[in-house]
């Protein structure tokens, strides 16, 4: 060896040295050094905190806290630059190793080494996540792999734990948020896993369901031989993953605003892949705001970048780009793919536009516009937007046999599947009147990303609707997350498949065959799902069928030995007996519940860098509701945040009730899932329904301080299907969401580190109820009438205390002494004083309350004269005089011949006709007693009194001709000489007639001669 040659070594060899001093080596390979396998990272959310995680208890690492570890590991560079790759903890982030930043120019393998003494407060698992830089690289999805991860005790130098991945095994890591592992033997090399060998002799998904199109995704991993034959085996159609999403088709058109920049190749490759394998397509998706291009809409670059992408982009301007978007796309597949035949059969023009409450409290929640969520392009355009692309799509695809669909997902929620079809209903309603027999939207997609807590039968509700409404139906996106940190319980395996068997049920029912035209479950293993940590699919990593495949081939067989497992052990809390005001303010009656602690991180839904806000929940019950007071305060580097279209990014609490607690974990009628917003605004995934489908409504405030970040929710949420008492338990969990800058950057539960509760019921824990401290009196009401009372009266006292309940009640009458019991009787008339309280079982004595009772028996009194007759030629003197001694007269009512007549009835002489004149009195007093007395008064004329007839008229004018008089009263008196003979008295009153008739209008006022004429034509006629 020459001089030189041996400094160059000796130089190379320091430094080598000096490297592994600050835990650095590089390795000379990019493949395995011996050929065997190592551990294949790829991110896919397009988020820092993506990437793989370990359990650090038994199931994983077995750390003990307080003891310190070496970590080493081998590490080959991404294949993007990355402002580095953190090995970290997941409960204090700590940073165990920090690769700093890596180029992709420069790839190749790097040992890491680190110490790191573990703490409780460490968490339960270790991640490896990229590097936080505010969106310059951490929102990328990168490729990297790892290998010969070892732990060891740093005191004993005993190996703990290690991973080489040679048996092609994931050796517990499993997916940190969205990211896919896979074992492979070469950086260059798409995953390869030993597979099946029998795989292809399974029964075939699309034999068992030849009247359906069954799917699944196409990408990179399913173009590979062998899986790309599982594919064709099982299913008819396919689904690009991503390939044909905006994102993934942007080219070079970030930079030039030009669809014409637009690049296909990679979705060209694999939907001629697909195609060449007999597989037809549904194309996903033209408009969405995740995955977009954000200059389209002028939606900002990330999460952590505010920068608009395209400043003084206008409605009108934002229209343009997205029918030259769609026009581009749709132009270019169907050119290239439908040209001679039809490989594409549909696509999904929209997605996920609708949230499931109204994006503002403002809004009308009848209108389906309310929902829209407030996406970059709702913010670019106008509440008309969805209608707009498919007006575009269908102008770009005017062949009708492409259906065009809308797609959202959590569909099985009511409110949301209900704004969908009225919107989808309003739409097409416009269209088909300039385009008859015609739809624009011609399928709505029920994406499916469901839980054992997903209730089939509202599924079976959604689909009914749009059945309705004479639209198509496809189940798009299906899978089933059953699972943590990628493994799986025998319980949950069966769980899952038992609730894929009664989903294809709903799917399959004969009474949508005309409905339901394709279910594409998306993604073929679990290891490949871009919900791993779930296991949601029916094959695992190396396509070894599990059970939920077999539910899928026999829905009925596999429910028919199903048994359902019970409720794991989880949590458990207690909420006290009593009532709050709901204001959002802490009453005292909140200091008798025992606080829980929110402080469970969620991982999957937690930023490497986020603060846990210090929050936690009380719980108080009565008989007829549930009540939850959460008080939240956040880091102060972190303000309140509502910037996010889905409010589950928003600064919220969450609260999840199973009032059946652990009978199943599928939500039902007795299982809710509420959300408010730190403002107030509230948002219900899953509401409770009472025995009559009546849906219960749960009542919330809210107070909030932006000064110090801090807020309070206070929820009332109603007890159907139980009756509440000390003792029972209900399943229950609380969980907060944090945000920041439009974004979830954390979510914290008191029991449930998934986050997956809002599928599953038994992610949550029990919520046990217990009497509370008694410092309320209890309440007694009365049933005594109001007013005044016809009849005896039995007054029944009740009293009610939800704590300690009620040890007595006491009452007294009139001023006397009181005496205990709940009942009283009164039968005496008069006014009554009932006074009464009650004391519960603490000793609180009620405030002493008052009634007053009114009895009155007896009818009124009525008096009249003694007056039956009178002669006409009298005046009517009639005084009518009514009374009573205990509640009055309330009213009166007097007529004279059937007509009113007031209490003193005065005629004057000749006033009244002859005959029978009836006089009705009716009196009431004001209890209602009622007494009616009736009179008959005969006015009348005769012979001996006839002679007043003639005063009369002298008296009152009716005679004008004084010498008249001497001869009328002559006639008069011949007419009473006549005694009892008949004949002399009929000549004598024809003459005195004859007189009368000969003066009338002369001599005799005309009116008072008729009336003479009449009273003479009686007498006569006796």
């Known amino acids: 060896m020459n001089k030189r040659l041996k400094q160059i070594l000796m130089f190379v060899f320091a430094v080598a040295l000096l490297l592994q001093q600050f835990g650095i080596v590089q390795k000379a390979s990019a493949a395995s050094a011996d050929g065997n ?98 969106g310059a690289t951490d929102a990328r999805n990168i490729t990297y792999y790892i290998d010969n991860f070892v732990v060891k005790d740093a005191t004993t130098g005993n190996v703990v734990y290690t991973a080489n991945f040679d048996d092609q095994s994931t050796h517990g890591f499993a997916p940190n948020a969205n990211a896919t592992l896979s074992t492979v033997n070469s950086t260059g090399a798409a995953t390869t896993p030993t597979l099946n060998p029998d795989v292809l002799s399974l029964p075939s998904i699309k034999n068992t369901y030849p009247n359906y199109l069954m799917g699944s995704i196409i990408g990179p991993y399913y173009m590979q031989k062998p899986i790309m034959s599982v594919l064709k085996a099982q299913f008819g159609v396919v689904t690009p993953e991503n390939a044909t999403k905006p994102a993934s088709l942007i080219g070079t058109s970030a930079s030039t605003h030009n669809v014409a920049d637009l690049s296909f190749n990679e979705a060209d490759t694999e939907l001629q892949s ?84 109204v994006r503002d409290r403002s809004l009308s929640p009848t209108d389906w516009h309310s929902y829209l969520k407030s996406t970059p392009w709702l913010k670019a355009t106008d509440e008309n937007y969805v209608e707009q692309a498919f007006k575009y799509a269908r102008a770009a695809e005017p062949n009708y046999n492409v259906l065009l669909y809308y797609n959202d997902y959590s569909m099985d929620d009511q409110n949301k599947a209900a704004a969908v079809r009225d919107m989808v209903k309003d739409i097409n309603s416009r269209w088909a009147v300039d385009h008859p027999g015609k739809q624009l939207i011609q399928g709505v997609g029920m994406q499916e990303h469901n839980g054992l807590g997903t209730n089939p039968n ?85 396509l070894y069928p599990k059970d939920a495949f077999y539910a899928v081939i026999d829905p009925a067989g596999y429910l028919a030995n199903y048994k359902a497992p019970g409720k794991p052990a989880g949590k458990t809390a207690t909420a006290a007996k009593g009532t709050p005001n709901i204001d959002g303010n802490k009453d005292d009656i909140w200091n008798t519940a025992t606080p829980i602690n929110i402080n469970v991180t969620q991982a999957g839904n937690t930023k490497a860098d986020t603060h846990m806000p210090a929050a936690t929940a009380r719980m108080l019950w009565d008989n007829g509701n549930l009540y939850v007071f959460a008080q939240v305060t956040k880091d102060p580097s972190e303000p309140l945040d509502k910037g996010n279209a889905n409010p589950w990014e928003q600064d919220s609490v969450e609260v999840v009730v199973d009032l059946t607690n652990g009978s199943s974990a599928m939500y039902s009628n007795a299982s809710g899932h509420y959300r408010v917003r730190y403002d107030g605004f509230a948002s219900v995934d ?58 979830r950057i954390g979510a914290y539960a008191w029991n449930d ?78 006014i009554h004083t009932l006074r009464y309280y009650s004391v519960d079982g603490a000793g609180n004595k009620e405030a002493v309350k008052e009634k007053i009772i009114q009895i009155d028996t007896t009818v009124p009194e009525i008096t009249v004269p003694d007056i039956t007759k009178v002669l006409i030629s009298d005046a009517l003197n009639y005084p009518i005089l009514t009374s009573d001694s205990t509640s009055g007269v309330g009213s009166v009512s007097i007529t004279l011949d059937g007509k009113p007549a007031s209490s003193l009835i005065k005629a004057a002489p000749l006033s009244l006709t002859l005959g029978v004149h009836s ?73 005195l007639s004859n007189e009368v008739s000969a003066q009338s209008g002369k001599g005799l006022k005309a009116d008072y001669a008729e009336l003479v004429l009449s009273i003479l034509k009686s007498l006569g006629s006796k």
């Open 274 to 357: 697909a195609i060449d394998n007999g597989l037809k397509i549904h194309g996903h998706t033209l408009v969405w705001e995740g995955q977009s291009i954000p200059w389209l809409n002028n939606a900002r670059i990330s999460d952590s970048d505010p920068t608009p992408s395209n400043p003084g982009l206008t409605a009108a301007g934002a229209y343009a780009n997205m029918n030259d978007y769609i026009n581009a796309v749709l132009k270019h597949f169907d050119g290239k793919f439908n040209a001679s035949t039809q490989n594409i059969i549909s696509w999904d023009v929209v997605n996920e536009a609708m949230g499931g409450t």
């Open 753 to 830: 580190a998934t986050g997956t509760a809002y599928q599953d019921l038994f992610k949550i824990g029990t919520l046990q109820l217990v009497a509370g401290a008694d410092t309320v009196p209890p309440v007694t009401t009365d049933n005594a009438p109001t007013g005044w009372q016809t009849h005896p009266v039995n007054v029944v006292l009740q009293a009610t205390d939800e704590s300690s309940g009620v040890a007595s009640t006491s009452y007294s009458l009139d001023g006397g002494a009181f005496a205990q019991g709940n009942s009283v009787s009164i039968s005496t008339e008069g």
């Open 686 to 743: 899953a509401g409770m329904t009472d025995n009559q489908g009546i849906a219960t409504r749960m009542t919330s405030a809210t107070t909030y301080d932006e000064k110090t970040n801090s807020y309070t929710v206070e929820m009332q949420i109603p007890f159907i299907q139980i009756t509440p008492a000390i003792g029972t338990q209900i399943g229950f969990d609380v969980q907060v969401n944090d945000a920041k800058a439009g974004a």
């Open 919 to 991: 006089l009705v009195v009716t009196a009431s007093d004001k209890a209602g007693n009622s007494v009616t007395v009736t009179r008959q008064i005969t006015v009348y004329m005769d012979t001996a009194h006839l002679d007043s007839l003639i005063q009369s008229g002298i008296d009152n004018g009716f005679i004008t001709k004084p010498e008249l008089v001497n001869s009328l009263l002559a006639k008069v008196k011949q007419v009473q000489a006549a005694g009892s003979n008949a004949k002399l008295a009929g000549n004598a009153l024809n003459a």
């Open 37 to 134: 396998y190592f551990l294949k990272i790829q991110t896919t959310g397009g988020h820092q905190w993506d990437g793989a995680q370990i359990d650090t208890g038994a199931s994983g690492l077995n750390l003990v806290a307080g003891t310190t570890y070496s970590f080493s590991y081998d590490l080959y560079t991404p294949d993007q630059d990355v402002a580095g790759i953190v090995l970290q903890t997941n409960g204090n982030y700590n940073w165990i190793k920090s690769t700093g930043a890596l180029q992709a120019a420069s790839p190749g393998w790097t040992s890491y080494s680190a110490n790191y003494t573990y703490l409780a407060a460490s968490g339960a698992q270790l991640q490896f996540v990229k590097v936080g830089d505010s």
């Open 458 to 542: 509202n599924t079976r509700k959604t689909i009914q609707m749009f059945k309705d409404i004479g639209v198509k139906v496809s189940i798009s996106e299906l899978d089933i997350s059953a699972g943590t940190g990628g493994t799986q319980t025998a319980d949950q395996k069966t769980a899952q498949a038992a609730q894929y068997a009664r989903l294809m049920q709903v799917y399959t029912d004969p009474a949508f065959k005309d409905t339901v035209q394709r279910i594409t479950f998306w993604g073929l293993t679990d290891t490949n799902s871009w919900l791993s940590s779930g296991s949601p699919l029916l094959f695992d990593g190396k």
